[in-house]
């Protein structure tokens, strides 16, 4: 399957802005609970590790191209195509993103510039995700160019970045239970409405129902996690295992769909 880098690069970049938002509304909470010092412990290290994802993703992008070295010639037609606006999004996202971890680990720069590049990689992530949709609206593909691709995109976010970030929480020594329970409530709920919302837009066929079954898993485990009054690892980790496999399938199927509709 020669689409395997673009499912890399959609459901890595999605995850990056799903966990950016996150950890902004897990750092807003924190500094008005427990003060900065305290938002600093829960939030840097995973804000840092959005980089690497955010890197990654990039390079799988690239290697869809046939000639990655003229990629820069992709983002030359920002009025009219919307390909180019995803890779201009892309940039303006990493790079927001980039300048606020690295202020905000350094502590370099004023609160109030802080907040400006956060809000900016805010933005500009949630613009990437639409433009990645918009990609594929497309009328010579019926199976891409319906709402219910943005509706998939934003699912994805809403699904692996919240669950990213609650799987590093649980993870990371030292944070104390009193302040994790109430963010994994958050993040449990957040998940159910991304498994719903792929699950309402699944298709039909044996692997479909597969996945279909990985999603129900899914919604399953957040109910778990909701009646959870502690930091229940293992269960976490495994709605983020279940929610990684369904998206990867979700996505494969995306593809492999729209191109046999293609033909």
Same mark, same amino acid.
């Given at each position: %399957?020669?689409?395997?880098? &673009? ?11 799903? *966990?950016? &938002?996150t950890?902004?509304?897990? /750092?807003?909470? !924190?500094? +008005?609970? !427990? ?7 829960? +939030? ?5 590790? =959005? ?27 920002l009025?009219?195509?919307? &390909?180019?606006r995803e =890779? ?7 790079? $927001? ?9 350094s502590?370099?720069?004023? *609160? ?6 956060? =809000? ?10 639409? *433009? ?5 609206r ?10 219910l +691709?943005?509706?998939? $995109?934003f ?21 104390? /239970? ?6 994994l409530?958050w =993040? ?8 719903? !919302?792929e699950i ?6 044996k ?6 079954l990985?999603? %129900? ?13 502690? #930091? $229940? *690892?293992?269960?976490?980790?495994? +709605?983020?295992?279940?929610a ?12 492999m /769909?729209?191109? #046999?509709?293609?033909?």
């Amino acid at each position: %399957m020669n689409e395997r880098p &673009l499912v890399a690069f959609t459901l890595l970049s999605q995850t990056a802005v799903g *966990a950016f &938002l996150t950890l902004g509304a897990l /750092d807003l909470w !924190a500094r +008005t609970l !427990a003060g900065d010092a305290v938002a600093r412990a829960l +939030t840097n290290g995973l804000l840092l590790a =959005i980089g690497p994802v955010v890197g990654v993703a990039m390079f799988s992008s690239l290697l869809h191209l046939g000639s990655p070295r003229n990629a820069w010639r992709s983002a030359a037609n920002l009025r009219t195509s919307w &390909l180019s606006r995803e =890779i201009v999004c892309a940039l303006l996202f990493a790079g $927001f993103g980039a300048a606020f971890a690295v202020s905000r680990w350094s502590g370099a720069g004023s *609160a109030g510039l802080r907040t400006l590049l956060a =809000i900016a990689g805010a933005v500009s992530g949630v613009a990437l995700v639409y *433009a990645e949709a918009r990609v594929y609206r497309i009328r010579t593909v019926p199976r891409w160019d319906t709402p219910l +691709t943005t509706v998939s $995109f934003f699912a994805t976010a809403l699904l692996l970045g919240p669950l990213a970030v609650g799987t590093g929480l649980v993870l990371l020594p030292g944070i104390p /239970d009193e302040l994790v329970r109430g963010p994994l409530h958050w =993040i449990a709920l957040l998940a159910a409405a991304g498994f719903g !919302a792929e699950i309402a837009a699944a298709g039909r066929g044996k692997l479909h129902g597969v996945r279909r079954l990985l999603l %129900m898993a899914g919604v399953a485990l957040c109910v778990v996690l909701l009646l959870s009054d502690a #930091r $229940f *690892a293992p269960a976490l980790v495994a +709605t983020f295992v279940v929610a990684l496999a369904a998206q990867v399938l979700g996505r494969y199927l995306f593809y492999m /769909d729209g191109l #046999r509709r293609a033909l």
